[in-house]
């Protein structure tokens, strides 16, 4: 273990048996977000038996997925922080993963939309206490020109969480049913929890601008304010920065509308099982994914190097990519070929992570690193996460109702008239004829079909038109690199004079 009292520039001098105790610690922290994020993703894995089980509309559904997990989350986040930047990073963190691993597993006792809405709300409270203190102590532990690796290695959290819970939440709601599911994805939490207490230790902070003497001090709230007004600063009107947390919550708000619905793709489109699907999630959303998410750090560590604007480059080329790839996935009429090219497109599009992060913790002060990762996930939260699953939900559900009415092939005319002479023939609304989009037990053969080609087709459409926003993200990093590298170098010549 290192010393704690030991400064970070001081960490970079030591010995190996430092390093390896600093990537023990940003591991240990991965796992956290591992853990997080498969908290935060299992209802989407899940969701094809949720929506049947408590009859929801795709909107519905969307809510569950994002907006009433962000509800909270988002503005939790900064309080948290503020506490981050004052008190010791590695306690918050043991008390709330303790709380989001238990409120999961309690998800498994909600009967009915609302009580699983309001528990999905406590999950995002809690959950916004783990990456505003982890980027800080990871920020602690590396020297700039090594967090963005650092923090690439972090966010493979994002990866190794959706094979988690695609891969044991699948298979477990395949044979037990989705309520075991949140019991065994949720309650690891716990235990990796008291781990993380046990070894990680607090680093000193960087040393911040000597304080004025007290007598001069204003009152706590207002340096709390003063402190929170110099980050919004930083990263709403420093032009490359702002341009950077731009393109990081369009992508985000792309990537959640549309990965909230892939699971349910493969079973409505494909017919899969939702153990295969899980599998399938796993390797496309988790493995690729989390490849991306390395390759991103590294290489932009290793290119910035020689051009500081790579940072911003990276990002750009790797969205700008990725976009027709996913097009193309989901014009594909067979499951292998859609999976592949799924896996494809979350490589590149996930090279953007570890360079935006880096970027931001690069230009932010000592004790601002944490209140800038919690602003940054206010703005991802709100927008990405709480409007990303309801927007494609939302597009879903207004394409499922217009497909119900006008069939986009002739042999569906059948299934219509089929339809008037069932016994839903009062139903000529979507919802009303396909609760949870699928057709009443009593309906004929011809009504099941529709109602499955309906929400199929429905949901290719909602998530095409999700997917393309990738390329407005792409612009804005595009932009960014405008002015990079000499932000870059203010911010360095500012730490020096500072240590």
């Known amino acids: 273990m290192t010393d704690p009292d030991l400064g970070s520039a001081a960490l ?13 610690v940003t591991l240990l922290l991965m796992l956290a977000y591992t853990l997080n994020c498969a908290d935060r993703t299992l209802i989407a894995i899940i969701g094809q038996p949720l929506k049947l089980d408590l009859q929801l509309s795709d909107t519905e559904f969307g809510l569950l997925v994002g907006t009433a997990f962000a509800a909270l989350y988002a503005f939790s986040g900064i309080p948290i922080a503020r506490l981050a930047e004052r008190f010791n990073r590695v306690n918050i963190l043991f008390l709330v993963m303790i709380a989001w691993s238990a409120l999961t597993a309690l998800c498994a006792t909600a009967v009915g939309f609302t009580q699983l809405l309001f528990l999905r709300m406590g999950v995002g409270v809690a959950e916004a206490g783990c990456s505003p203190p982890a980027h800080s102590l990871i920020s602690d532990y590396f020297e700039p020109r090594q967090r963005a690796t650092a923090l690439s290695i972090y966010s493979c959290g994002i990866s190794l969480g959706y094979i988690l819970s695609a891969v044991a939440g699948g298979y477990v709601a395949e044979r037990y049913g989705w309520r075991a599911a949140c019991i ?70 792309a990537s959640q509308g549309a990965w909230a619905f892939i699971p349910a793709y493969f079973n409505r489109a494909f017919g899969l099982d939702y153990a295969t699907i899980g599998f399938i999630a796993a390797l496309t959303g988790g493995v690729a994914v989390g490849i991306g998410l390395m390759a991103g750090g590294l290489i932009a560590d290793l290119l910035g190097g020689r051009n500081t604007r790579w940072y911003a480059f990276v990002p750009a080329i790797g969205l700008l990519i990725c976009t027709p790839i996913y097009v193309g996935a989901f014009l594909q009429a067979n499951w292998q070929m ?71 092939a002739n042999a569906l005319i059948g299934y219509l008239d089929a339809l008037r002479h069932s016994s839903i023939a009062g139903g000529s609304r979507f919802r009303a004829a396909c609760p949870g989009g699928q057709a009443l037990a009593a309906a004929s053969g011809a009504a099941h079909a529709l109602c499955r080609t309906t929400l199929s087709l429905s949901s290719r459409e909602g998530i095409l038109i999700t997917v393309l926003l990738y390329t407005w993200a792409a612009i804005h990093y595009l932009l960014g690199a405008i002015g990079l590298g000499s932000e870059l170098r203010a911010a360095k010549l500012r730490d020096a004079v500072l240590a």
């Open 12 to 24: 970079s001098q030591l010995p190996n048996r430092l390093d390896t105790y600093r990537y023990s």
């Open 184 to 253: 065994v994805v949720g309650l690891p939490g716990v235990v990796l929890a008291v781990l993380i207490r046990g070894v990680i230790r607090e680093p000193p902070r960087e040393q911040a601008p000597r304080a004025r003497a007290a007598s001069r001090q204003p009152s706590r709230v207002a340096r709390e304010l003063h402190q929170l007004a110099a980050v919004i600063r930083v990263l709403v009107l420093r032009w490359c920065v702002a341009n950077f947390v731009l393109g990081v919550t369009i992508a985000s708000f």
């Open 338 to 408: 859609t999976a592949i090219l799924l896996g494809v497109a979350g490589f590149f599009q996930y090279l953007s992570f570890g360079p935006t992060f880096g970027v931001v913790q690069n230009v932010v002060g000592a004790r601002q690193r944490a209140t800038a990762t919690a602003l940054i996930y206010v703005v991802l939260n709100v927008v990405a996460l709480g409007g990303g699953a309801l927007f494609t939900g939302w597009l879903i559900d207004r394409f499922a109702e217009f497909n119900f009415r006008h069939p986009p």
